[in-house]
């Protein structure tokens, strides 16, 4: 009964949490743990759902991004049209990536996708005349709704569409697992030559499972680059993507709520651990290594280690007196 409540509090508390303080710092901390979290869950369908290893998806994050200021800038296609039209480049790019890349499995399948984030950051880098290179493109417009007759300006504001969009996204994730086709990714994951053998179409499943967390991946870029106004080619670095991959691996690959934990520990770690410069990243390498070794399932796994499993056992074990009213 608990856990079926514990996302409708979740809910609840994250929707009240922007009211709690009227620290617009707080509220950009939020904002960003939320990006975060679309970007992770995004990754976890790659990583989690068909058990690929994937080093280019911050590549998409910056193609979302840059198309939505591109789209928006100069072709005048803004609001959730243009946030729509990222997501649909960034799709399209992983249509095409994917097409190639899928063909692989296991370590060159990572390779491959390294080797396709380097061209394409090194791409955004060069391209001036498009990208305006290294010195990326700034005042890009706030996000606007309904005509530009809403305009959204605080942190507060994004954190609530953001909050939207991960709502809708874990909602989607949650069904997808569900149904028939999310029952086919874990087949694939779990043994490829065993789903192949009932029917499943490997390719084509890990193909539509990559597009789709492409096109979220470029959605949530979209969002970042209306709400931080200026973005440059280190969005596709490696820096980017390692952070997603502790975030998915420490909070829970394979989970929902696994990516969502892991940004809030990445995003508060972050700004907790800032006085430290670069010894974050050894930190953060630590706890990756830590999580991989003694907690392979991740933040999410103790919930089931300590709450269901007990309650299941209870549960399951017989009553002293049922066993002897039966026995009679």
Same mark, same amino acid.
């Given at each position: 009964?608990?856990?079926?409540?514990?996302?409708?509090?979740?809910? $609840?508390?994250?929707?009240?949490?922007?009211?709690?303080?009227?620290?617009?710092?707080?509220?950009?901390?939020?904002?960003?743990?939320?990006?975060?979290?679309?970007?992770?869950?995004?990754?976890?369908?790659?990583?989690?759902?068909?058990?690929?290893?994937?080093?280019?998806?911050?590549?998409?994050?910056?193609i979302g991004a840059y198309a939505a200021a591109i789209l928006g800038m100069d072709y005048g296609l803004a609001g959730i049209p243009g946030i729509l039209a990222a997501g649909l480049v960034a799709g399209l790019f992983g249509l095409v990536i994917g097409y190639v890349a899928l063909r692989i499995v296991?370590?060159?399948?990572?390779?491959?996708?390294?080797?396709?984030?380097?061209?394409?950051?090194?791409?955004?880098?060069?391209?001036?005349?498009?990208?305006?290179?290294?010195?990326?493109?700034?005042?890009?417009?706030?996000?606007?709704?309904?005509?530009?007759?809403?305009?959204?300006?605080?942190?507060?504001?994004?954190?609530?569409?953001?909050?939207?969009?991960?709502?809708?996204?874990?909602?989607?994730?949650?069904?997808?697992?569900?149904?028939?086709?999310?029952?086919?990714?874990?087949?694939?994951?779990?043994?490829?030559?065993? +789903?192949?053998?009932?029917?499943?179409?490997?390719?084509?499943?890990?193909?539509?499972?990559?597009? $789709?967390?492409?096109?979220?991946?470029?959605?949530?870029? +979209?969002?970042?680059?209306?709400?931080?106004?200026?973005?440059?080619?280190?969005?596709?670095?490696?820096?980017?993507?390692? +952070?997603?991959?502790?975030?998915?691996?420490?909070?829970?690959?394979?989970?929902?709520?696994?990516?969502?934990?892991?940004?809030?520990?990445?995003?508060?770690?972050?700004?907790?651990?800032?006085?430290?410069?670069?010894?974050?990243?050894?930190?953060?390498?630590?706890?990756?290594?830590?999580?991989?070794?003694?907690?392979?399932?991740?933040?999410?796994?103790?919930?089931?280690?300590?709450v269901e499993q007990p309650v299941l056992r209870k549960t399951a074990t017989p009553q002293p007196s049922a066993t002897v009213e039966a026995a009679e």
């Amino acid at each position: 009964m608990a856990s079926k409540l514990l996302p409708l509090i979740a809910l $609840v508390a994250a929707a009240l949490l922007p009211l709690l303080t009227g620290s617009t710092y707080f509220h950009h901390l939020m904002v960003l743990w939320l990006l975060y979290a679309l970007l992770a869950l995004s990754l976890n369908i790659i990583i989690g759902y068909l058990g690929e290893l994937t080093f280019g998806h911050a590549a998409f994050f910056g193609i979302g991004a840059y198309a939505a200021a591109i789209l928006g800038m100069d072709y005048g296609l803004a609001g959730i049209p243009g946030i729509l039209a990222a997501g649909l480049v960034a799709g399209l790019f992983g249509l095409v990536i994917g097409y190639v890349a899928l063909r692989i499995v296991g370590p060159q399948f990572a390779i491959l996708t390294l080797g396709f984030g380097s061209i394409i950051y090194t791409i955004t880098n060069y391209w001036v005349d498009v990208t305006r290179g290294p010195m990326g493109i700034s005042n890009i417009p706030p996000l606007t709704f309904f005509g530009g007759a809403l305009t959204l300006e605080s942190a507060q504001q994004y954190y609530y569409v953001a909050l939207i969009c991960v709502v809708a996204f874990a909602y989607a994730c949650y069904a997808l697992v569900h149904s028939r086709t999310g029952r086919a990714f874990i087949a694939t994951r779990e043994n490829p030559q065993l +789903a192949a053998s009932i029917g499943i179409d490997i390719f084509h499943m890990k193909l539509l499972g990559f597009v $789709v967390a492409t096109a979220i991946a470029g959605i949530g870029g +979209a969002l970042y680059a209306h709400y931080v106004k200026v973005i440059t080619p280190e969005l596709m670095g490696l820096q980017y993507m390692s +952070a997603l991959i502790i975030m998915v691996i420490v909070g829970g690959r394979g989970t929902i709520a696994g990516p969502i934990i892991g940004a809030l520990i990445y995003v508060g770690l972050l700004e907790l651990l800032r006085p430290l410069g670069a010894m974050r990243l050894v930190i953060f390498a630590a706890l990756l290594i830590a999580s991989v070794i003694f907690l392979p399932g991740g933040i999410v796994s103790l919930w089931r280690r300590y709450v269901e499993q007990p309650v299941l056992r209870k549960t399951a074990t017989p009553q002293p007196s049922a066993t002897v009213e039966a026995a009679e």
